[in-house]
T-cell receptor
Framework: EDQVTQSPEALRLQEGESSSLNCSYT??????LFWYRQDPGKGPEFLFT???AGEEKEKERLKATLTKKESFLHITAPKPEDSATYLC?????????????FGTGTKLQVIP | SQTIHQWPATLVQPVGSPLSLECTVE??????LYWYRQAAGRGLQLLFY??????ISSEVPQNLSASRPQDRQFILSSKKLLLSDSGFYLC????????????FGDGTRLSIL
């Protein structure tokens, strides 16, 4: 069974204090790994797709990287507006259907 | 550009009442459509997905059903709500090309009293 584990569950940073969020996964036939940002009471907002080990994507203060077993979301010099829950999801082949499995997320709080 | 609309944003219903949540997508054709439920501290649970009009697959047997009467319309229904149906319901769409991400609506917070 496909599994996605995110750590830590919660992270509190001072403004400007860089850190990384982890997403480890166990799937067969990875087709893509996705990162989302979710604000309270809202649906997840798509950030990045990574398809193969070694791939990196950047957007403003966020950079996502991928290895064969995990992905990292690096946050450089975060600001309070980066506070949100970050979700990781993997898409894999499952009996002719591409199934997506989500992690439970990391709740990030950036303090001014 | 593509947009997804979900309504209502919040809903309070008594136990045993019916339910209808609607989701529509604009700016794309033949999307894959999904209904998820998100519980606090838990990952998104896939309830139903659809690859075309009238084609519905259920991931978890339960008190809910889904229908897709039009290409870009997805409806989540129940004849009689249970207390356990409370939660945050999300609709998502994905293009029909493989390996694309899903895009979510803003969800419906459903409270059962």
């Amino acid at each position: 069974e496909d599994q996605v584990t995110q750590s830590p569950e919660a992270l509190r940073l001072q403004e400007g204090e860089s850190s990384s969020l982890n997403c480890s996964y166990t799937v067969s036939g990875l087709r893509g790994l996705f990162w989302y940002r979710q604000d309270p009471g809202k649906g997840p907002e798509f950030l990045f797709t990574l398809y193969s080990a070694g791939e990196e994507k950047e957007k403003e203060r966020l950079k996502a990287t991928l290895t064969k077993k995990e992905s990292f979301l690096h946050i450089t010099a975060p600001k309070p507006e980066d506070s949100a829950t970050y979700l990781c999801a993997v898409q894999a082949d499952s009996g002719g259907y591409q199934k997506v499995t989500f992690g439970t997320g990391t709740k990030l709080q950036v303090i001014p | 550009s593509q947009t997804i609309h979900q309504w209502p944003a919040t809903l309070v219903q008594p136990v045993g009442s019916p339910l209808s949540l609607e989701c529509t997508v604009e700016g794309t054709s033949n999307p894959n459509l999904y209904w998820y439920r998100q519980a606090a501290g838990r990952g998104l649970q896939l309830l139903f997905y659809s690859v075309g009009i009238g084609q519905i697959s259920s991931e978890v047997p339960q008190n809910l059903s889904a229908s897709r009467p039009q290409d870009r319309q997805f409806i989540l229904s129940s004849k009689k709500l249970l207390l356990s149906d409370s939660g945050f319901y999300l609709c998502a769409w994905r293009g029909d090309r493989v390996n694309q991400p899903q895009h979510f609506g803003d969800g419906t917070r459903l409270s059962i009293l």
